[in-house]
């Protein structure tokens, strides 16, 4: 009989050992991470019970970008955010779902060393149909002295100052996905044990893939370059005797994650109507190029390296197109021949 032995660490036993092997740390960040774990477990736990108590649908306000919020997009922030302010690594947060940052003041928060940015509920219209959702997450060294109040500066930093991002998905299983800039990774929520262990350690993003994931019905309304690039994945597809495939679930952090797994590229570009598109800078296009970065991809704007872009408000969005190293290359290619619009069809 086979006896199977092998070690499955949790996310707690993870992050420590990884801090063993920096003599100098403090802990703060696997705290913080530990937080981060408890909050997602339960806002996993309403998320699982969304269609059966009176917590599904519209809590009755819009967000800072006019968007309806749901109950669960309530529940989540203020979970993550009870987390963080009683932990002893935060200085303070910025949510997706909040006007501005909110800095901790009280004599442990000041001497943090961080600061937490993070979208609670991605693809929450999404909620109501069943499909995978998301939080994701992102952590800086705060830009303001110890001891102080952190403000505003520490929240607009460029995402290739993050420290950590990451993100939790909520589908077929619960997992929790992050990077340092030692690796990325995932950990699958056990729920007989109720912890996350470590399901998909040192997660690389193949450098090729075959899924190309974006809005097709924008076509129209998308720059030329992004055009020749559909056009270009069209003519590498099944029906052209190729390999590549359209898959778009709609929830940036079910479609970000199937593509780092199997290989593929994501794309949210500006259209006419909204040249920065629909995307965060901060709160969903930096974590996850930060993710993606150090699994091997790539991610840009369409211009600049999106960790590159500095930031101006809190709430600023951002054209994004992130996923496998020669999709993005094909890509960058695409966008950058000036040929005029692809000749379709
Ligand atoms: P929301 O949280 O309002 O549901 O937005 C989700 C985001 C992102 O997760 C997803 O990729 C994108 O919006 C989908 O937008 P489109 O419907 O415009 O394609």
């Avoid at 970000?256 to 901060?282: C, D, S, W």
Wanted: charged residues 20%.
């Amino acid at each position: 009989m086979t006896t199977i032995s092998r070690k499955v660490f949790t996310l707690d036993e993870f992050t420590i050992q990884q801090l063993r092997m920096f003599p100098h740390a403090t802990g703060e960040l696997s705290g913080l991470l530990r937080d981060i774990g408890l909050a997602a477990k339960r806002v996993n736990v309403e998320v699982n019970k969304a269609g059966l108590v009176d917590i599904l649908g519209d809590a009755g306000s819009t967000n800072v970008q006019g968007e309806d919020v749901k109950k669960l997009d309530v529940f989540a922030n203020n979970h993550i955010m009870g987390a963080l302010r009683h932990g002893i690594s935060c200085a303070g947060v910025a949510s997706e779902e909040m006007d501005s940052f909110i800095a901790f003041d009280d004599d442990v928060s000041r001497q943090s060393k961080y600061v937490c940015l993070f979208d609670p509920l991605d693809g929450s219209s999404n909620i109501d149909v069943n499909v995978s959702i998301g939080t994701i997450f992102s952590v800086y060294r705060r830009a303001t002295a110890k001891g102080t109040i952190a403000d505003e500066s520490d929240f607009l930093q460029p995402g290739v100052k993050q420290v950590a991002a990451g993100y939790i998905v909520y589908g077929s299983s619960t997992m929790l996905v992050y990077a340092t800039r030692r690796g990325v990774n995932g950990f699958t929520l056990d729920p007989s044990i109720g912890e996350f262990c470590l399901s998909h350690p040192d997660m690389k993003c193949p450098a090729s893939g075959q899924i190309y994931s974006i809005n097709y019905g924008n076509l129209n309304i998308y720059p030329d370059g992004v055009k020749r690039y559909i056009k270009h994945c069209e003519d590498k597809s099944a029906s052209n005797g190729g390999t590549y495939t359209q898959r778009y679930i709609g929830s940036m952090v079910a479609d970000v994650h199937r593509n780092l797994i199997k290989g593929g590229i994501f794309m949210y570009p500006g259209t006419t109507a909204r040249p920065e598109g629909k995307l965060r800078l901060q709160y969903e296009c930096n974590p996850f190029a930060f993710i993606i970065e150090v699994a091997g991809g790539k991610a840009t704007d369409g211009s600049q390296r999106i960790l590159d872009l500095i930031p101006r408000s809190l709430h600023q969005r951002s054209p994004l197109f992130i996923g496998s190293k020669t999709m993005m290359e094909e890509l960058l290619n695409c966008l950058n021949t000036n040929g005029g619009p692809p000749q379709r069809g």
